[in-house]
Structure formats: C-alpha cells, structure tokens
C-alpha cells in the first residue's frame, strides 16, 4: 500500500511539473514569436484594414480548459467575422444528442459569408492563426493541445467527453495533425482523449515537428 501511495505521488509530481514546464514554455516561445514576428503582426494588419476595412481580428467564443469560454482570435479572413448558424443540436432535437454530441454532423455555415482575397492568402500560409500567440501568453490557450471547441457543441458533450476539456486547447494538436474535424467528432475525441491521457514531452515535439513538416508540404 505504501509504494502504491509512492508511486502515485511520483506521478503527480511529474504530471504537475510537465504542466508547469508546458505552461512556460507557451508563454517563453509565444511571446519571442509574438516579437519576432511583430513586423508580420503590423503589415497583415496594415493590410486587411487597407484592403478590406476593419475590423482586422475575428473574435469567436470558444471553450477551453476546466469548461471555461474565451474570446479566440485570429485575423479575420472573411467578407465579415465568420458566422456560425448555432443551431446545436439541429431542429428537431435529436434523441442522440441527449447522450452528447454525435460522432457525425456538419456545422452549416453563413453562405453569404465567403472568404477575401486577403483571407485565402493568409489561409493558405496559416498566418491566420498568429493571433491566437496572445490567447496562449494570456493563458487560454497552450501551443498543443485539442483544438477550442465551440460552446453549443460542449454543452451537449457527455461525461466521457468532456474529459477533452482537462487540458488547455492548442494551436495545433494531436487530432489536426491526422486531419480531423468536426464533421468526424467522434474520431475527433478519441484522438483527444488519448493526447490528455498521454500527454508528455514526447508527444508534443511529436505533434510540433508534423505540424511544421505538413505546413512545409502544403506550401
């Protein structure tokens, strides 16, 4: 009993230093990006207000750790800030839904909103995404982890489900980098599940050098 009570201290000692470690290592890595790359941040900037008005960021609420919302940023990459019809669950109310959110369904989109000539550029180096260093050093987010959820979808998540939400969301994560998205929800969670139970060192330079190696590929 005593070196079952050993070995399990041990491990939330590690668990909690990886965290700490983690956390630093956002904020140290963010905020040098977030000054290297401050002539980029001020010429998009610059850019999306000159070519396609304001506003230059898109605000969208999301979910991050422990089921709390924040405000996500990115540059705005769309006619106007991209709308979501939020209908979740669809109408009628699905008998599936009632045991959280299904492992297949599509998100109907504004199809007035289409995406600027700005916008697809940004889209198609991923530059949309700079913003989103602020939601990292301001703590809503880690540079790896699930991607934000959208707080319809969370709140039908079950109990098995919102086990994704121990852990801050990522720029990038375990489920992106093997091309996952809503539309496949529950495959969706099954790689998010395992990236919160096996969470490591490891695996988040594992999931950092697929990240930068698919960005490389697409260009």
């Given amino acids: ?129 700079l913003p989103q260093l602020l939601n990292v050093i301001k703590g809503d987010m880690s540079l790896v982890g699930p991607s934000p959820e959208v707080p319809e979808i969370a709140e039908y998540y079950n109990k098995r489900q919102l086990n994704r939400l121990k852990v801050r969301p990522g720029l990038t994560g375990y489920a992106q980098i093997k091309g996952i998205d809503n539309e496949r929800h529950g495959q969706k969670i099954i790689y998010d599940l395992y990236y919160t139970q096996n969470c490591s060192y490891k695996l988040d330079l594992k999931i950092v050098f697929r990240t930068i190696l698919q960005l490389y590929q697409k260009k």
């Fill in 1 to 129: 009993m005593l070196e079952t009570a050993k070995t399990r201290s041990n491990y939330f000692i590690h668990i909690n230093l990886y965290y700490f470690i983690k956390r630093l290592l956002d904020v140290v890595i963010s905020v040098v990006l977030v000054v290297v790359l401050s002539p980029l941040f001020l010429f998009v900037s610059y850019y999306i207000g000159k070519k396609e008005g304001k506003p230059i960021f898109n605000r969208e609420l999301r979910v991050g750790k422990n089921n709390r919302t924040f405000m996500m940023l990115s540059f705005r990459t769309m006619t106007s800030a991209s709308r979501v019809i939020r209908q979740f669950p669809p109408v009628p109310f699905p008998s599936s839904w009632e045991r959280g959110v299904p492992d297949f369904f599509k998100i109907t989109r504004d199809e007035h909103v289409t995406f600027t000539e700005t916008g697809l550029w940004l889209k198609k180096y991923h530059l949309d995404k």
